[in-house]
């Protein structure tokens, strides 16, 4: 037992009597958990400082709008800034962490610290967990990490998530926890993670940690694209999918668009052909009901056609217009609900 003269154990220097010895005292665990959770926040708060906000405004001028093209403004700023941080600028943090270490009190604390330096890119899965815990298996390595120190309460076992971890010997020798945010996977992550393979082996790239951390924004473009279910235009279709493209770029011609529209008209199609995989018995119907999608929806401009201005255009039935663009709502409907 402690005495209330001895020193407390907590490490601080003073009397037990005079720390943790007092009434109504918060537990050792809890002071040590704000102190980390502060340490983080300060390198955010602090970071990018003046030596390198130029650095930092080239790699977000570059990243930024493309990531803005698929998520929120303030999430892809988010992930630019992680990704100069702890990709580009490594050595921001580590001095961070020595210095904390030096004015840190509790060798609890310090010992947490330390570890911290050994920063690791997770892609994986979410396992199972409840309020108080919490696994998380790498797909790469197959290890599996244990989270205590707030773990995630929102996820779906075997959900996929990407997330920059830190060591946290509080959760035992696998124990780990968020450094900032995490992006989940929406979505089987099988086919995900296939598809990640795929683009490591075409840079001939074997080390999957490595090769998400020299390719961090990118893996978060074809997170959320894959999440949204947007297709990137580099894919191939088939020759039947080809010909409702070929249908809708003659009707562009003739209208007026501007190239925003253009290119947000022609992906919209282009990912529901892919994704969808619907039969094409005749491509004008596709792009019929597609039309009149595009109309209900005000996303062109111009003027707007009467359901027999439709049929009269596309050379297909109003009943049959009208089924496809109910399609194309759904679609659109559930593409919304996923971000």
């Known amino acids: 037992m402690v005495g209330r003269n001895d020193p407390c154990p907590c490490g601080s220097g003073k009397k037990y009597k005079k720390c943790h010895g007092k009434e109504q005292t918060v537990s ?72 904390q270490i030096e004015i840190s009190q509790r060798p609890t604390t310090q010992e947490v610290l330390e570890d911290w330096t050994n920063v690791k890119i997770f892609v994986g899965q979410y396992l199972k967990g409840d309020e108080s815990s919490a696994q998380f298996k790498d797909a790469f390595t197959g290890e599996t990490y244990t989270m205590a120190d707030q773990p995630p309460t929102d996820m779906e076992d075997g959900q996929g998530l990407l997330a920059i971890l830190l060591p946290d010997s509080r959760a035992g020798k696998d124990g780990a926890l968020f450094l900032n945010g995490y992006l989940t996977i929406v979505g089987e992550f099988a086919p995900f993670f296939e598809q990640l393979k795929a683009e490591m082996a075409k840079a001939n790239e074997t080390d999957g940690e490595q090769y998400v951390r020299d390719n961090y924004l990118a893996v978060v473009e074809s997170i959320v694209k894959y999440s949204t ?43 529901y052909l892919v994704s969808q995989q619907p039969s094409v018995q005749k491509p004008e119907a596709l792009v019929g009901g597609y039309w009149r999608f595009l109309q209900d929806h005000e996303l062109i401009k111009g003027p707007m056609l009467a359901p027999k201005q439709l049929s009269e255009k596309f050379d297909v039935s109003s009943s049959t217009i009208l089924k496809r663009s109910k399609e194309f709502g759904a679609y659109f409907e559930e593409l919304l609900a996923k971000k």
């Open 229 to 271: 279910g947007t297709v990137d235009d580099s894919i191939e279709l088939s020759p039947e999918h080809q010909s409702v493209m070929d249908e809708l770029q003659k009707h562009i011609k003739d209208a007026e668009m501007d190239e925003e529209t253009v290119e947000n008209v022609t992906s919209i199609l282009n990912s």
């Open 28 to 99: 050792i665990n809890d002071l040590v958990n704000d102190e980390l959770f502060k340490v983080r926040q300060l390198f955010f708060s602090e970071n990018p400082n003046q030596d390198n906000i130029a650095e930092f405004r080239e790699l977000q001028q570059e990243w930024q709008p493309r990531l803005m093209q698929t998520m929120a403004e303030n999430d892809a700023q988010a992930f630019v800034i992680e990704n100069f941080l702890f990709m580009k600028k490594p050595e921001l943090w580590e001095q961070h962490l020595n210095k």
